[in-house]
């Protein structure tokens, strides 16, 4: 991140951070700020129905809208937030506008699913499940609505508290997802008892699958794992017509990515839905 933040003139994150410098104090006082003086955005990306093109939902991203530094992306601020636990904070912040969000889209017409991504702390925090039921209580939401993401490696960073979390809240009615399947150390045991409902194919091997026939096996093969344990399976990062054919082939159910739309400002969602038409992927589409 070094060529950024020097380009910027200020410090964001790097990964060697010390949690108790200067600097990082600084920096969680300016997100403490970020929160109370609405500098945070909500983004919303599309998850579209492979086979049918119809949009289902949409995944929310953070972004930092800093009056300086301009807008920050998430990977230079959310290891950092988790490391000092301002995490917490963060996840109730997006989730509060994913809710408020789900609303709004509601009132207009639209029934779409909403993914959040739940970091490692998040899984640790016992009070999670409760916030969350809270939350749909208030905002006279259906559980099922929103789908939590956690990575592999969160919920291999404390297996068992992980299982228990997860347990509360799939009884409470959320869907979970297992996110950037395939880059962290997951074992297959524990993915046969979580209670998940979808495995999201992590964008590397999306990427580069149209190049390379071993990234392509590995797409192959996960389509098939999270079939054959009765799961739905996303793929992430589909930048062309051709990713999206060669997806839907093997079929793969779901997918995201800038060949469909980069994520965007909430308030432009509702009308990009609305003049969302699938592309029609002829032969002559994939030239
Ligand atoms: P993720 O959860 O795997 O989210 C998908 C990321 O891939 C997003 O990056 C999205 O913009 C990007 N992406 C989607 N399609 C494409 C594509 O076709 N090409 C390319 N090059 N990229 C694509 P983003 O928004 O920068 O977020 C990065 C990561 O930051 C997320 O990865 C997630 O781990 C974390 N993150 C973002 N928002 C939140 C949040 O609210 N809470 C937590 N805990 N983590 C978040
Ligand atoms: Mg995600
Ligand atoms: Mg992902
Ligand atoms: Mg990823």
Redesign the pocket.
């Known amino acids: 991140y070094t060529a950024k933040q020097k380009q910027s003139g200020t410090m964001v994150y790097h990964p060697g951070l010390d949690a108790h410098s200067q600097e990082s104090l600084s920096l969680l006082s300016e997100l403490r700020r970020a929160v109370e003086h609405n500098e945070l955005r909500l983004?919303l990306?599309p998850k579209v129905d492979l086979h049918t093109g119809r949009i289902l939902g949409a995944?929310?991203?953070?972004r930092w809208q800093h009056p300086q530094r301009g807008l920050v992306?998430?990977?230079l601020f959310?290891p950092f937030a988790e490391q000092t636990g301002f995490?917490r904070t963060?996840?109730t912040w997006?989730i509060e506008q994913s809710a408020r969000a789900w609303r709004e889209m509601y009132a207009h017409g639209l029934d779409l699913r909403l993914s959040i991504?739940?970091?490692t702390r998040d899984l640790l925090d016992q009070d999670l499940p409760a916030k969350l039921e809270q939350l749909i209580k208030t905002h006279d939401m259906n559980a099922q609505v929103l789908c939590l993401?956690i990575t592999e490696s969160a919920i291999m960073d404390d297996p068992q508290r992980a299982q228990q979390t997860l347990e509360r809240l799939h009884e409470l009615g959320f869907k979970l997802s297992i996110?950037?399947f395939g880059t962290g150390y997951s074992s297959l045991a524990y993915l046969k008892r979580l209670p998940v409902h979808e495995l999201k194919i992590d964008?590397s091997f999306v990427?580069a699958m149209e190049r390379d026939l071993d990234d392509a096996k590995i797409v192959r093969s996960t389509v098939d794992l999270a079939h054959n344990l009765g799961l739905r399976v996303v793929a992430?990062?589909?930048?062309t017509a051709k990713a999206w054919k060669l997806l839907d082939a093997l079929h793969c159910d779901e997918g995201?990515?800038?060949?469909i739309a980069?994520?965007m400002p909430e308030q432009e969602f509702v009308a990009w839905v609305q003049a969302w038409q699938a592309p029609v992927l002829d032969d002559e589409t994939l030239e």
């Open positions: 983004y990306q995944e929310s991203l953070v992306p998430p990977m959310i995490i963060l996840t997006i991504n739940l970091s993401e996110d950037d964008k990427m992430e990062g589909i930048e995201q990515g800038y060949f980069k994520p």
